[in-house]
């Protein structure tokens, strides 16, 4: 009896896309690093010290206090080591520690945390980096320490800057421990308040490498919408035209002196948003782990579209 026979099975591997636009991806615990690294994303667009720092359990000021500074200095090390060496020499945005009162406040010696009528818009990003100085310190530390470990590959940024005095700050302190912004280490600021996007080139004159949005935090300002409010969460939307428009204003002003925009905001994981952002010229989407397969997809079909448009019309002016 005569089998039917079956076709050859063929196995094409598929060629990886390659885009202009890098294409990043978020990452908050050491963990999944590996996991990230696999997507082929191009680099770590955000790596969220808080996350690494809730999944200690401990306080930071906790075990600053009781395990000294080596023990801080250790436990971040062991963490963002991971990202860098799952990611190298693929770049890994660090960005200093953004720790909302609420969320600390259940870590073990959290209990000293100020209770914030709105934490918010309260203690935390920057402005909190500046006044714990001694912890900020640890995390410069530690960065230090594993670039001298040869993991060149890690970048800073600081978040939810309002002020250019701000990051004149942090600057002074990145040299007292023995690191020079922007010649050492690539150093960026996120730009998450409207304050920061509307005086942009005042930062920009202050001296920064990049800029990265943090369309989380800049759609909650910019609407007045609390992200972590149910009752007002039909209202948040990272595509108000408010927020687009700062957004624009931002790449637009970034490119125009040189300085590297990327994204790192949920609105990079949004195919709608990211499409306009690749035609207002962004450098960098950082999504999330989920999302950067299709995301590539996305920047890919966008640049595409991008140039053809361009000799379209450059064909038009020729006639
Ligand atoms: C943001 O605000 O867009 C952002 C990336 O930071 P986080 O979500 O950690 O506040
Ligand atoms: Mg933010």
């Known amino acids: 009896e005569e089998k039917e026979k ?19 991806v978020n990452v908050s615990m050491p963990e999944v690093a590996e996991r990230a690294a696999a997507t082929g994303a191009d680099g770590v667009g955000l790596l969220r010290a808080e996350h690494m ?18 023990a801080l200095i250790e436990a971040l090390m062991e963490g963002i080591r991971k990202v860098a060496d799952a990611f ?35 203690w935390r990003g920057i402005r909190r980096d500046l006044d714990e100085v001694d912890i900020l310190k640890c995390e410069l530390k530690a960065i230090k320490r594993l670039r001298e470990e040869g993991y060149k590959n890690i970048e800073i940024m600081i978040p939810l800057v309002t002020h250019p005095d701000e990051v004149r700050r942090v600057k002074e302190i990145m040299r007292e421990v023995g690191l020079e912004p922007c010649k050492d280490i690539p150093f960026g600021i996120m730009v998450e308040t409207p304050a920061a996007a509307l005086i942009i080139e005042d930062f920009i004159k202050e001296g920064i490498n990049f800029v990265s949005l943090g369309t989380n ?49 949920q609105a990079g994981s949004r195919p709608h948003i990211v499409e306009k952002l690749v035609e207002w010229g962004i450098d960098s989407v950082s ?20 140039i053809l448009n361009f000799i379209r019309k450059s064909h038009i002016s020729e006639e």
């Open 6 to 24: 079956k076709p050859e099975v063929v196995v094409v591997q598929q060629a990886p896309i390659i885009t202009a636009t890098e294409v990043k």
């Open 53 to 70: 720092i809730l999944g200690l359990g401990k306080h930071p000021r906790k075990i600053l206090e009781e395990e000294g500074e080596e």
């Open 88 to 122: 190298y020499p693929r770049p890994v945005t660090y960005r200093t520690l953004d720790a909302p009162t609420d969320e600390f406040r259940g870590l073990e010696g959290g209990e000293n945390e100020p209770i914030e009528h709105n934490p918010m818009l309260g």
């Open 217 to 265: 935090d800049l759609t909650q300002y910019t609407i007045a919408i609390d992200r972590n409010n149910e009752l007002v969460s039909k209202y948040y939307k990272e595509d108000h035209p408010a927020v687009l428009k700062l957004v624009e204003h931002v790449i637009k002003t970034c490119k125009k002196h040189g300085i590297k925009t990327s994204i790192c905001g």
């Open 287 to 306: 999504a999330n782990i989920d999302a950067v397969e299709t995301i590539r997809r996305v920047v890919a079909r966008t640049e595409q579209k991008v």
